[in-house]
Antibody, heavy 118, light 109 residues
Framework: EVQLVVSGGGLVQPGRSLRLSCEASGFSFEDYGMHWVRQVPGKGLEWVSRISRTSDSIDYVDSVKGRFVVSRDNAKKALYLQMNSLRPEDTGLYFC???????????WGQGTLVTVSS | EIVLTQSPGTLSLSPGERATLSCRASQSVINSYLAWYQQKPGQAPRLLIYGASSRATGIPDRFRGSGSGTDFTLTISRLEPEDFAVYYCQHYDTSPLYTFGQGTRLEIK
């Protein structure tokens, strides 16, 4: 069974940093692209970032470019999101998701809440 | 940038009824890159349909995806109590890579 366990969320002041982690099990982590998707509580979904299997291809939504860095450690079966210069509009529930057929997300972690507020 | 608009915003139906949810794209999209997700309160989304009409693993056949070009539909043939949730369509393109519709809330009448 695919499991994605997300951690690292919390309350942080604007301008500060936070690092999210996603621990994977139940599948060959090194064979799949991975994603971060966020959701403002009670609102819709927004894709944040993608990293390819070997980390040679990385993409971000425009609103986080230059501030967020996605990375992965295939040996540890772990995905990370380093979030710098956080803004109030970054507040939300952050999910990690397993990529499927390049265009979709077929397994999701439970999400971790990030709150950016002074 | 392709914008996905879902309608209606809220759909109120009874168990056993048929649900029809719409997703309209601002420009023609490649069918193979259109998906539908279900999200229940306090849970992560679940992939239902990919490639516009292919059911994901374990998804019951009462869920059917259809459409092409700019108009896509998710049909739930006979609503079960566990089907009441929020549904999102999603598209894969070039920039941004992945976009979601704003969601349709399917509630019990």
């Amino acid at each position: 069974e695919v499991q994605l366990v997300v951690s690292g969320g919390g309350l942080v002041q604007p301008g500060r940093s936070l690092r999210l982690s996603c621990e994977a099990s139940g599948f060959s982590f090194e064979d799949y692209g991975m994603h971060w998707v966020r959701q403002v509580p009670g609102k819709g979904l927004e894709w944040v970032s993608r990293i390819s299997r070997t980390s040679d291809s990385i993409d971000y939504v425009d609103s986080v470019k230059g501030r967020f860095v996605v990375s992965r450690d295939n040996a540890k079966k772990a995905l990370y999101l380093q979030m710098n210069s956080l803004r109030p509009e970054d507040t939300g529930l952050y999910f990690c998701a397993k990529g499927y057929l390049r265009g979709f997300f077929d397994s999701w972690g439970q999400g971790t809440l990030v709150t950016v507020s002074s | 940038e392709i914008v996905l608009t879902q309608s209606p915003g809220t759909l109120s139906l009874s168990p056993g009824e048929r649900a029809t949810l719409s997703c309209r794209a601002s420009q023609s999209v490649i069918n193979s890159y259109l998906a539908w997700y279900q999200q229940k309160p306090g849970q992560a989304p679940r992939l239902l349909i990919y490639g516009a009409s292919s059911r994901a693993t374990g998804i019951p056949d009462r869920f059917r995806g259809s459409g092409s070009g700019t108009d896509f539909t998710l049909t739930i043939s006979r609503l079960e109590p566990e089907d009441f949730a929020v549904y999102y369509c999603q598209h894969y393109d070039t920039s941004p890579l992945y976009t979601f519709g704003q969601g349709t809330r399917l509630e019990i009448k």
